[in-house]
Nanobody, 128 residues
Framework: QLQLVESGGGLVQPGGSLRLSCVVS????????IAWFRQAPGQEREGVSC????????NYADSVEGRFTISRDNAENTAYLEVNSLKPEDTAVYYC?????????????????????WGQGTQVTVSS
């Protein structure tokens, strides 16, 4: 069974940065497309970014374009989301998701329901 474990969240001041990690176990990361989602209290889940199996294709939400960077190291079975120039509105629980069948594009990135495997999330709080 595929397992995903996120880490790297925390409390950071506006303008700060974090590097979120998603460690995959059970099967090789290279088999899976990866996405990051976030959900703030009282708000709908938002697709933040996704990356293709080989890393050659990425997609970002407009709200994070230019500030967040998704990457992956298949040899280390780890995916990353670097979050820079953080704003209070970036405060949320961040989740990584994986799927064997999907292809990373804007539609897949926006639609959490189609992703099969999920981690437990890591909290990011942006506050002064």
């Amino acid at each position: 069974q595929l397992q995903l474990v996120e880490s790297g969240g925390g409390l950071v001041q506006p303008g700060g940065s974090l590097r979120l990690s998603c460690v995959v176990s059970g099967f090789p990361l290279a088999y899976y497309e990866i996405a990051w989602f976030r959900q703030a209290p009282g708000q709908e889940r938002e697709g933040v970014s996704c990356i293709s199996r080989g890393g050659g294709t990425t997609n970002y939400a407009d709200s994070v374009e230019g500030r967040f960077t998704i990457s992956r190291d298949n040899a280390e079975n780890t995916a990353y989301l670097e979050v820079n120039s953080l704003k209070p509105e970036d405060t949320a629980v961040y989740y990584c998701a994986a799927d064997l069948q999907l292809v990373c594009d804007s539609a897949a990135r926006r639609t959490g329901e189609v992703w099969k495997h999920w981690g437990q999330g890591t909290q990011v709080t942006v506050s002064s």
